[in-house]
């Protein structure tokens, strides 16, 4: 296990991250952890400040990053979707009629996603649906007391966690788990007025994400890898006496204000 570990008065660039890396105990895989986000107290404030990913402040919306519709991961990830979007009731999702047509499109690169309704995925129930807004298939979910996990599409359920995976000439599999960045939506992440992981108001958890996000961490990368994971980062300041973790780009740059 190797990371870099930062004076608490050290000056490093203003996007420094730390990261922290370890081999898989079961494959061939190296995993790779953005420290600096997973220790941040970020947490998604969808409906409570939120402004969405569209050109300009849409506070009012209350779309979130749902505005688009979500990029499917693959086929698997389609059909587990369209088999949950047959149990929801009129209770949970506003547009249940319109998805009786389907509720997956393909683009013209070929890429599947969820359809949209009004501007918006056909999934998210909007402000005047009696239940309020928010994703229907986390409405079942918290109806039936399960995880979302199983009934969100991937990037749904991980966002802003990113998972990518790289294989290298050998076999060996170098795998990153960081935070989602506007580049990551490609060109048209330029445009978005407002992305929370580089948002302020976004920083105000009372927890780290590496616990807040328990569930999704594990789901990603396996309850043997997170447990690993959380420890390092539960022992590091004993380890490290007199050092600090390298706090979050966004969170320096608001105490810099300040």
Same mark, same amino acid.
């Given at each position: !296990?190797?990371?870099?570990? @930062?004076?608490? !008065?050290?000056?490093?660039?203003?996007?420094?991250?730390?990261?922290?890396?370890?081999?898989?105990?079961?494959?061939?895989?190296?995993?790779? @952890?953005?420290?600096?986000?997973?220790?941040?107290?970020?947490?998604?404030?969808?409906?409570?400040?939120?402004?969405?990913?569209?050109?300009?402040?849409?506070?009012?919306?209350?779309?979130?990053?749902?505005?688009?519709?979500?990029?499917?991961?693959?086929?698997?990830?389609?059909?587990?979707?369209?088999?949950?979007?047959?149990?929801?009731?009129?209770?949970?999702?506003?547009?249940?009629?319109?998805?009786?047509?389907?509720?997956?499109?393909?683009?013209?690169?070929?890429?599947? !996603?969820?359809?949209?309704?009004?501007?918006?995925?056909?999934?998210?129930?909007?402000?005047?649906?009696?239940?309020?807004?928010?994703?229907?298939?986390?409405?079942?979910?918290?109806?039936?007391?399960?995880?979302?996990?199983?009934?969100?599409?991937?990037?749904?359920?991980?966002?802003?966690?990113?998972?990518?995976?790289?294989?290298?000439?050998?076999?060996?599999?170098?795998?990153?788990?960081?935070?989602?960045?506007?580049?990551?939506?490609?060109?048209?992440?330029?445009? @978005?007025?407002?992305?929370?992981?580089?948002?302020?108001?976004?920083?105000?958890?009372?927890?780290?994400?590496?616990?807040? !996000?328990?569930?999704?961490?594990?789901?990603?990368?396996?309850?043997?890898?997170?447990?690993?994971?959380?420890?390092?980062?539960?022992?590091?300041?004993?380890?490290?006496?007199?050092?600090?973790?390298?706090?979050?780009?966004?969170?320096?740059?608001?105490?810099?204000?300040?």
């Amino acid at each position: !296990m190797s990371t870099t570990r @930062f004076a608490p !008065m050290a000056k490093v660039p203003r996007e420094t991250h730390e990261w922290v890396s370890f081999d898989d105990p079961d494959e061939r895989r190296t995993w790779l @952890f953005d420290v600096t986000f997973l220790t941040s107290n970020w947490q998604c404030i969808f409906g409570a400040g939120c402004q969405g990913v569209l050109t300009g402040p849409a506070e009012d919306l209350v779309q979130g990053c749902c505005s688009y519709g979500a990029h499917f991961t693959d086929k698997a990830d389609a059909k587990r979707v369209e088999r949950a979007a047959k149990t929801l009731t009129e209770d949970q999702w506003q547009f249940k009629s319109r998805g009786t047509a389907g509720v997956v499109r393909t683009t013209k690169g070929g890429d599947q !996603m969820t359809r949209l309704v009004k501007g918006a995925c056909i999934f998210l129930n909007r402000p005047d649906f009696e239940r309020g807004p928010g994703c229907a298939l986390h409405v079942a979910a918290l109806d039936r007391g399960e995880s979302y996990i199983t009934l969100k599409p991937d990037v749904c359920w991980q966002l802003p966690l990113r998972r990518d995976d790289e294989v290298l000439e050998d076999g060996h599999v170098l795998t990153r788990v960081t935070q989602w960045e506007r580049r990551n939506w490609g060109k048209g992440g330029d445009d @978005f007025h407002w992305w929370c992981t580089e948002a302020p108001e976004a920083f105000t958890g009372t927890s780290r994400v590496v616990d807040s !996000m328990r569930d999704e961490l594990s789901a990603m990368c396996g309850e043997k890898v997170y447990r690993r994971l959380a420890a390092y980062l539960d022992d590091l300041s004993s380890r490290a006496p007199g050092m600090t973790s390298l706090p979050h780009p966004v969170t320096r740059r608001r105490s810099a204000r300040t």
